[in-house]
């Protein structure tokens, strides 16, 4: 033992108890992916993944990887700077065209495109004015810069709040400013209001950098993003996406002209102190442009299973907060209700949401963050909706007597597929399952237990 676990004991034991209390959500281990996840012999309805499209199971993508592999190999042993193939050039080539921007750079994760990014420019002489809900990843980015230039100013408005960023910029002594900001919130699931902060930014002669994991491939209607939806796409310096969200793998881009991109690629300690992203999710990224670009269909089915779940969770009563997106987040508030709400879920009726809980969002505002997809049947989100109606006022969220307006017949029908979807993926021992602990239940129930003993 050392004082390095003096950190971990305290700490663990939270995470032991809430094992023990079978409230840990976290790890849990797939044994496929996609909307319907297989553990051991259960089958989960899987409301986790930012896989928006579905797009991490095509076929299409699985082929590109497999060939990419074949050709090139499982690495290419180097960062980019000694190991750049012709498909990186090709797939920076395409994302810059699709986009309309001078240049790309292909990171291997967006972590690392956002780090790089922000570690790069800001220096003493600059204020960065970050929204208060920003993602790790911009921290991080900020913090690195912050090491490297110990005057570098960090401020951060009020979320979404043009506002504030004024009131931010107007204090600001710094020679230099730099305005930083999500498209798609990745916790609330809501939308920048682009144009209004763009114009705020351009009164300081500041440029501004948009993070737009989530909303790139997902929203907009050509799948541009949020810039898209606001038409902003060209007034925006640095725009920063990544293929583990709707393009269904991994690595991170970054767009901007010519000369700022030349330069990142040769600045960058993420680009390039780590090794490049394999030719494999090069093929499989663009792959899933080809689709992107190509068939809007997934974009609108998104967006149609969006307003389907939305809808319902909202007629049931659910605060879903500022959320107008597919990242639908069930505000509970309460840190162990929503740990409680994720368990009772999880065991009660095989559906998986991660409950976010402080400190990944702030103190009071917990909630079970809900991803709707592409891949999603409406048979599982009906399922869903209804599971949700019983436990919600089992913990009370709901008021007693709270249904949804479906039909008897739907209902039966809508369970009947998600058995089915089930014994797919999980084969029958999931249903023999189910009945054990549906017969643990009762014996339960008739000894006088509590469900939650
Ligand atoms: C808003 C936001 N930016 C950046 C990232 C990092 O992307 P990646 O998973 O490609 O590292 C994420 C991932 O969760 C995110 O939510």
């Not at 799948?223 to 606001?230: P, S, T």
């Not at 009726?349 to 400190?359: H, Q, W």
């Not at 891949?375 to 109606?389: I, N, P, R, V, Y």
């Amino acid at each position: 033992m050392s004082w390095l676990h003096d950190a971990t004991t305290e700490f663990l034991a939270q995470a032991e108890e809430a094992k023990r209390q079978k409230a840990f959500p976290f790890m849990r281990r797939f044994e496929n992916i996609g909307p319907r996840v297989k553990i051991r012999r259960g089958s989960y309805i899987n409301f986790t993944s930012n896989d928006y499209l579905g797009l991490s199971q095509d076929k299409r993508l699985i082929k590109a990887g497999q060939n990419a592999i074949e050709h090139y190999g499982t690495g290419l042993g180097s960062s980019r700077l000694q190991a750049t193939s012709d498909r990186h050039d090709e797939l920076e080539f395409r994302l810059a065209k699709w986009l309309d921007f001078g240049a790309c750079s292909v990171f291997t994760s967006g972590y690392q495109a956002l780090v790089g990014v922000l570690s790069t420019f800001p220096d003493d002489d600059t204020t960065v004015a970050l929204d208060k809900l920003s993602h790790a990843s911009i921290l991080d980015g900020v913090y690195l810069a912050q090491g490297m230039n110990p005057d570098l100013e960090l401020r951060f408005f009020k979320h979404n709040s043009a506002k504030a960023l004024r009131r931010v910029l107007s204090q600001s002594e710094k020679k230099k400013k730099l305005v930083v900001v999500e498209g798609l919130y990745s916790v609330d699931g809501d939308i920048a209001p682009l144009p209004e902060l763009i114009e705020v930014a351009r009164e300081f002669d500041a440029p501004v950098i948009v993070d737009d994991a989530h909303g790139l491939g997902s929203l907009g209607k050509t799948g541009r993003g949020c810039a898209e939806i606001h038409n902003v796409l060209g007034d925006i310096d640095i725009l920063i996406g990544t293929f583990s969200k709707s393009f269904g793998g991994i690595g991170g881009f970054v767009l901007s002209d010519r000369a700022i991109i030349d330069y990142l690629k040769l600045k960058a300690r993420s680009f390039v102190y780590s090794a490049a992203l394999p030719v494999a999710q090069v093929d499989a990224a663009l792959a899933a442009l080809d689709i992107i670009e190509s068939d809007h269909s997934y974009i609108e089915r998104l967006a149609d299973n969006a307003q389907f779940f939305r809808e319902g969770l909202l007629r049931l009563g659910f605060n879903l907060g500022d959320s107008e997106t597919h990242i639908t987040p069930l505000m509970v508030g309460d840190e162990m209700k929503a740990l409680t709400f994720g368990a009772y879920l999880y065991h009660g009726a095989s559906v998986i949401m991660m409950p976010f809980i402080y400190p990944g969002v702030a103190l009071g505002k917990a909630r079970l963050r809900c991803n709707v997809t592409t891949a999603h049947s409406k048979a599982d989100m009906g399922f869903t909706l209804e599971a949700l109606a019983a436990i919600g006022q089992k913990l009370e969220l709901l008021p007693a007597g709270t249904t949804t307006n479906t039909a008897a017949w739907q209902k039966a029908l809508w369970t009947a597929e998600s058995k089915l979807r089930g014994i797919r993926n999980a084969g029958f021992g999931f249903l023999a399952d189910e009945l054990l602990s549906a017969k643990d239940l009762v014996s339960r129930k008739l000894r006088g237990q509590s469900d939650d003993e």
